[in-house]
């Protein structure tokens, strides 16, 4: 089973940059989709981003253009580039890991990681 740790979180001034890395451990990495997704205060968890085996990436439409995911399957690694950042995207952000689900709903991941930390002052 994959367990996942992210890193990289932490508090940036608007129109700054942050980058995400979520490490995972165990076998067959690059057989998993991988996501992030979001949680405010006060509000229910959302996806983010998500990318496929073959490299392939979606993004929900707030982070469209600002945010970028990446994966090294070398180094069991995803990464979420966020620029242009937001005071709206304070939230604690999550990776997740299925092998089968490609799509936006948190109840389709089976694997998370603890969460890390990402306020953006205004």
């Known amino acids: 089973q994959v367990q996942l740790v992210e890193s990289g979180g932490g508090l940036v001034q608007t129109g700054g940059s942050l980058r995400l890395s979520c490490a995972a451990s165990?076998?067959?990495?690059?057989?998993?989709?991988m996501s992030w997704f979001r949680q405010a205060p006060g509000k229910e968890r959302e996806f983010v981003s998500n990318?496929?085996?073959?490299?392939?990436?979606r993004y929900a439409d707030s982070v469209k253009g600002r945010f970028t995911i990446s994966r090294n399957n070398a180094k069991n690694t995803v990464f979420l580039q966020m620029n242009s950042l937001k005071p709206e995207d304070t939230a604690v952000y999550y990776c997740?890991?299925?092998?089968?689900?490609?799509?936006?709903?948190?109840?389709?991941?089976?694997?998370w990681g603890q969460g890390t930390q990402v306020t953006v002052s205004s």
């Open positions: 997740a890991a299925d092998q089968y689900y490609t799509g936006s709903s948190v109840a389709g991941y089976d694997i």
């Open positions: 165990g076998q067959r990495f690059s057989a998993y989709v």
């Open positions: 990318i496929n085996w073959k490299s392939d990436t």
